[in-house]
């Protein structure tokens, strides 16, 4: 085999230099010149663009860029010249369509002359720091054209002119007015900004500012904001039909501004369409629309507010102060119920359920309920009544709907230990009267107070169902051992109520009929038997009895009475006649109770088993009183002066405050301890600060009390002051 010598290649210059005729590049340009006439002229039909391309390519290749650049600047300028010329010289509405046609023909002709100078645009332009082709054409468009000194402020005052006519209800060629934003917005967002939008938007204040003056004399409230909601929607649909989004928030603004902003103290206060009045006639659509719009500006939604607020409170303030409304305590707090539930239903209807709203609305209740001490009694006396009768034959569901209202207003309330209190009197005497509607809607309500208030609130309210219960097993106990003894004697029914919890005062006993102290005695004996170590008193006061009576002509009834009356009523089966005093020395009943007693027998008409002489209704110790052999009713069964709960007279009133004021003592006592035993060392004003924030969920305690409290356990020597500064206290161990 031969070896063949390894040959190096290598390359060479050129060796014949290439000569370039001196007049290639203006030859060169006159071609190029042609074509962007021609394209220009729209003849562009008969240009090869592919020689036309390797022309611009090779003058940029033989570096005459700068020269193929300046003459395109030069010839694009002298067009446009003849174009903004054209544009100037267009009369009256064909002003708009001839410069649209015009920036339509020159994008086009820009189109094709980027593509002829493609290479240009790429080489020679970035390494040169020359502005591209497209953008050339856009600046010397905005500068020629647009910034013409015919052109510029007749196109601002055309299109302003057509915003105009637009608001005034006018139809204009929105795609056009489309058209020429676009151009505006195409060349260069400041040109937009500077030639239109800030020209627009002081026009457009100028505008809202003489209407909403001329609406604010002229349209009631609702009006007015119908139209200002109206203007509203008008400019965003004005926005999206052919302006630059981002003028959309500027625009509202300057709307909001002159027509809402400006305005809304004089809309809210105006008389017989204002807010109030919204209110009051519950216009939703109104209060919707003020709600949408206010919100759109700066403290728009507080004046609502405020005003709402300021209503709400004068209205509950007249409600609750009003001497006829505090008569009826059922209905006072009904109409409570029923302004709570209209201002619920603005505000669902209305403001969109905001926070804000439902707050203010809780505080102003809270304001005005705890302005009439006797608020928590009426909140139980319309629980009492709804118990009694209000809610018979009602729906579940709907039981829970009114149980959920009336917790509603006991969150209200500040004294809530002053409700306990009531509650405890009306939930007792509902239960041993045996007239309450549903033992499971009784313990609902007490299921949510416990949820509110905590176990020590209900905590004897449940006793008091623990009792009935005990009672009833009971009886059944004493009838099932003792039956045969008791024969045909009167059919006993006793409650036993654990003392404490259940509201009783103490009452001195009656002197019962001998009929019923026998079988009294044998329950005695049969309670105390089965339960060692208690001890059993008698509550007359409380108690209730079913007696038969033969009247005139053999007429037989059935008489419901309470345990006074019956004790009454059985002294006349031996003697005709009574007087007021005979009756109290024979019964041994108080003479309060005794005389509300015979009022019930002998001065209720139909009621009136008793007579009375002389026939009034006040009830005197010498009034003679005797069993009243006409009396005639058409039912078998009468009920005579069924205890129902009503309000309290002032005095009855009094005691039960300084009962409650009394119960507060140790509570405050207990605060203070518990406090002071974690801090040990506190001033004054900060043990005022942490009592009143720990029992603000049952009362507010007052500050004066407290500083009592504090007194008293320092004489007992639970605290003590600080020698040196006597507003600090220490706790002693």
Not at 35 to 55: C, D, K, P, V
């Amino acid at each position: 085999m031969s070896t063949q010598k390894k040959r190096a290649f290598q390359i060479e210059a050129f060796k014949h230099r290439v000569v370039v005729d001196p007049k290639y590049a203006e030859k060169t340009w006159k071609v190029l010149e042609h074509a962007i006439h021609e394209i220009y002229n729209h003849n562009a039909s008969g240009l090869s663009f592919e020689e036309l391309y390797r022309n611009a390519y090779n003058m940029v290749l033989h570096k005459f860029g700068e020269k193929l650049y300046t003459g395109l600047v030069t010839t694009m300028t002298a067009h446009l010249k003849e174009i903004s010329q054209s544009i100037e010289s267009a009369q009256g509405e064909i002003f708009l369509d001839e410069l649209n046609r015009k920036w339509v023909d020159h994008n086009k002709a820009l189109q094709m002359i980027r593509d002829i100078l493609m290479y240009m645009d790429r080489t020679f332009i970035p390494s040169n720091h020359k502005t591209p082709v497209h953008e050339l054409g856009l600046n010397l468009w905005r500068d020629v054209v647009i910034h013409s000194s015919k052109t510029q402020a007749r196109l601002l005052d055309t299109l302003l002119e057509l915003v105009l006519r637009e608001r005034n209800g006018e139809v204009i060629n929105r795609g056009l007015m489309r058209n020429i934003i676009k151009m505006l917005m195409d060349l260069g967002l400041p040109v937009y900004q500077h030639d239109f939008e800030k020209h627009f938007l002081d026009v457009s204040a100028n505008f809202y500012c003489c209407e909403s003056q001329k609406f604010i004399e002229t349209c009631d409230c609702g009006d007015y904001l119908k139209k200002a909601e109206r203007r509203l929607n008008e400019e965003l649909e004005r926005v999206s039909h052919y302006l630059d989004p981002r003028s959309e928030s500027k625009i509202t603004n300057v709307v909001e501004k002159e027509m809402i902003e400006s305005h809304m103290h004089t809309l809210v206060h105006m008389e017989n369409s204002g807010l109030v009045s919204m209110l009051v006639d519950d216009k939703y659509e109104d209060l919707q629309r003020m709600y949408n719009l206010f919100r759109r500006v700066p403290a728009g939604l507080t004046i609502v507010k405020e005003v709402m607020t300021s209503f709400i409170r004068d209205t509950g303030k007249q409600l609750i102060m009003d001497p006829e409304r505090l008569r009826d305590p059922v209905d006072f707090v009904q109409r409570l119920l029923d302004l709570k539930d209209k201002y619920d239903k603005v505000i669902t209807m209305s403001f969109n359920n905001d926070k804000t709203f439902q707050n203010a609305l809780n505080s102003s209740f809270e304001y005005f309920i705890n302005l009439n001490a006797r608020s928590p009694e009426f909140i139980s006396l319309f629980v009492d009544d709804k118990l009694r009768r209000g809610l018979k034959g009602v729906g579940e569901e709907d039981v829970e709907i009114v149980l959920d209202k009336v917790m509603m207003l006991f969150r209200y309330l500040q004294e809530k230990d002053v409700f306990e209190k009531y509650y405890k009197q009306h939930l007792a005497k509902r239960l041993l009267s045996g007239k309450t509607i549903s033992d499971d809607a009784e313990r609902s309500l007490i299921v949510k107070l416990k949820t509110e208030c905590g176990y020590q609130f209900t905590s004897k309210l449940e006793g008091m169902f623990t009792d009935m219960k005990t009672s009833h097993d009971t009886m059944q106990g004493f009838y099932a051992g003792q039956g045969t003894e008791l024969g045909d004697g009167p059919t006993l029914s006793v409650q036993v109520l654990t003392t404490g919890s259940w509201p009783t005062q103490p009452s001195p006993p009656c002197n019962l009929p001998q009929e019923i102290l026998g079988v009294c005695d044998k329950f005695r004996t049969y309670y105390l038997g089965t339960h060692n170590g208690r001890r059993l008193s008698w509550q007359t006061n409380m108690g209730t009895a079913d007696l038969k009576a033969t009247f005139g002509k053999g007429q037989k009834h059935e008489l419901n009475v309470s345990t006074y009356q019956m004790c009454v009523l059985m002294l006349f089966n031996n003697v005709e006649q009574l007087t007021c005093k005979e009756i109290e020395q024979a019964t041994a009943i108080p003479m309060s109770d005794l005389r509300r007693c015979l009022q019930s027998l002998a001065c209720v008409k139909g009621k009136n088993v008793l007579r009375k002489e002389p026939m009034s209704k006040d009830i005197a110790e010498d009034d003679a009183f005797f069993f009243n052999d006409k009396f005639t009713s058409k039912f078998f069964k009468v009920k005579i002066g069924t205890v129902v709960a009503q309000r309290e007279s002032e005095p009855e009133n009094l005691e039960t405050r300084q009962r409650v004021e009394e119960d507060r003592k140790p509570q405050i006592e207990a605060a203070i301890v518990r406090i002071m035993k974690s801090r040990r060392t506190l001033d004054h004003n900060n043990i005022v600060a942490e009592v009143t924030k720990q029992l603000q969920s049952r009362f507010l305690p007052n500050p004066v009390v407290i500083k009592k409290r504090i007194e008293s356990l320092i004489e007992r020597e639970f605290l003590e002051r600080d020698k040196v500064d006597r507003k600090l206290y220490r706790y002693l161990a």
